[in-house]
């Protein structure tokens, strides 16, 4: 149902950007957004959208990190710039959809790219 992409390997300060599209078949989706989890935390909110474009970040992202949408494709993305070494982990799309109009919204995640920010 949510296809990522766009992980990779990148140099402290650099920029990436993640997508991740939905697919199959659903009427609407409401919010989207990134979390990300390495070994050595819990998965963590990176940054949502919501299905008018109102957004939420963690504090580390603020500043550095800009989540959008793209109604007409179902696609979620993450820019990511000013990469730090703690940026590194597994990134995960998440998106709350409904297969018909008398269902109710679904909770579906992404596979997971992984980010990885080394010299």
């Known amino acids: 149902q949510l296809q990522a992409s766009g992980g990779g390997l990148v140099q402290p300060g650099g920029s990436l950007r993640l997508s991740c599209a939905a697919s199959?078949?659903?009427?609407?989706?409401?919010?989207m957004g990134w979390y990300r989890q390495n070994p050595e935390k819990q998965r963590e909110t990176v940054a949502v959208?919501?299905?008018?474009?109102?957004?939420n970040y963690a504090d580390s992202v603020k500043g550095r990190f800009t989540v959008s949408r793209d109604n007409a494709k179902n696609t979620v993305y993450l820019q990511m710039n000013s990469l730090k070494l703690e940026d590194t982990a597994v990134y995960y799309c998440?998106?709350?959809?409904?297969?018909?109009?008398?269902?109710?919204?679904?909770?579906?995640w992404g596979q997971g790219t992984q980010v990885t920010v080394s010299s």
């Open positions: 998440n998106a709350y959809l409904r297969r018909s109009s008398l269902d109710y919204y679904r909770n579906y």
């Open positions: 199959g078949s659903f009427v609407s989706i409401n919010t």
């Open positions: 959208i919501d299905s008018g474009g109102l957004t």
